[in-house]
């Protein structure tokens, strides 16, 4: 048991950047921190971190003890949450929160299986485009399509997701498929606006990635209004597979431009960083990735 807390409490300070952040983590004098320190580099014969008064930095040795020393601590709690689940259930309300589009295709339908596999849990959805306050909205977990830049959330990826240039093939037999970026210039695009300004479309060429204004006679707000525009034959849009997957599956779209698409923004669960989950939260996490992760799902209609 010394041993154990010895090294959490080495990982804890390395975390926390100070012996006494660390203690108030804790609710301990510092000087216990101390001690713990002091006695594990002892037992190891090795020094761990230069302490000074005012900051602690990790040597060379420590560097690669806290690396082996996090990945302990990790499969402990994974073992004892795995040990926790073959004998509980999950149980309570979920707040989930989702793009409006991608939640009425993407999340909306699966629900009623998952509250059949997990019958001691409710849910509310929410579906909005605007990003949420997990925390100050009580959102248990959000489903975004972006990349996590907020460092105060942790996320789960569900999965991946690129964006692809679609028309009909009404479309492509009346004018063409362009065969560059450029050739774009020649086409009807339908673009989405934000806030009155155009977005422009992401593309990689030479090893880089580039932004292209497009032009077209309809502009819009709303990406569902552009999927049904390009299944009308109107134009080409710039849209996510999750969008489009299962219409070029089936022949009423097909892509252009493959070749120069641009990494896209994928799929997570983000939720406020707790050291434990809720039972519920994880199963809800785990049911959309391997719903998400057959291989015909994003074809289907």
């Keep these: 048991m010394d041993q154990f807390k010895q090294i959490s409490t080495f990982v804890e300070v390395a975390a926390k950047g100070s012996l006494s952040a660390a203690a108030r983590a804790e609710g301990i004098a510092p000087a216990m921190i101390g001690r713990r320190l002091d006695a594990l580099e002892e037992r190891l014969g090795v020094k761990l971190l230069q302490r000074t ?10 560097e690669a003890f806290l690396e082996d020393c996090q990945r302990i601590l990790s499969d402990l709690e994974n073992a004892e949450s795995a040990v926790s689940e073959r004998s509980a259930h999950a149980s309570g309300h979920l707040l989930i929160s989702a ?29 909005n485009d605007r990003v949420v306050d997990l925390i100050g909205e009580g959102i248990d977990v959000a489903i975004r399509i972006a990349s996590l830049s907020d460092s105060s959330l942790v996320g789960a990826k569900l999965a991946d997701n690129k964006r692809i240039v679609v028309a009909s093939p009404a479309y492509i037999k009346r004018h063409g498929k362009p065969e560059t970026v450029d050739e774009l210039q020649k086409h009807n695009c339908l673009a989405i ?13 030479n090893g880089k990635i580039v932004t292209v204004k497009v032009e077209g006679n309809m502009v ?3 990406g569902q209004v552009l999927h049904d525009w390009a299944l009308a034959g109107k134009g080409l849009a710039w849209r996510s597979m999750w969008e489009v997957g299962s219409e070029i599956e089936s022949g009423k779209l097909v892509t252009v431009l ?11 669960a983000v939720f406020a960083q707790r050291r434990h989950l809720p039972l519920r939260i994880r199963v809800f996490v785990d049911f959309l990735r391997r719903a998400y992760a057959r291989p015909d799902y994003w074809r289907q209609g």
């Design 258 to 268: 493959d070749e120069f698409a641009a990494p896209g923004n994928d799929i997570y």
């Design 53 to 62: 008064t005012r900051k602690i930095a990790l040597t060379n040795e420590g």
């Design 220 to 222: 819009c707000n709303d």
């Design 193 to 205: 606006s934000s806030e009155g300004s155009q977005r422009g479309w992401s593309f990689r060429q």
């Design 99 to 127: 793009p409006a589009g991608f939640g009425r295709q993407h999340v909306a339908p699966l629900m009623p299986s998952f509250l059949t596999e997990h019958r001691d849990v409710t849910l509310t959805l929410n579906l």
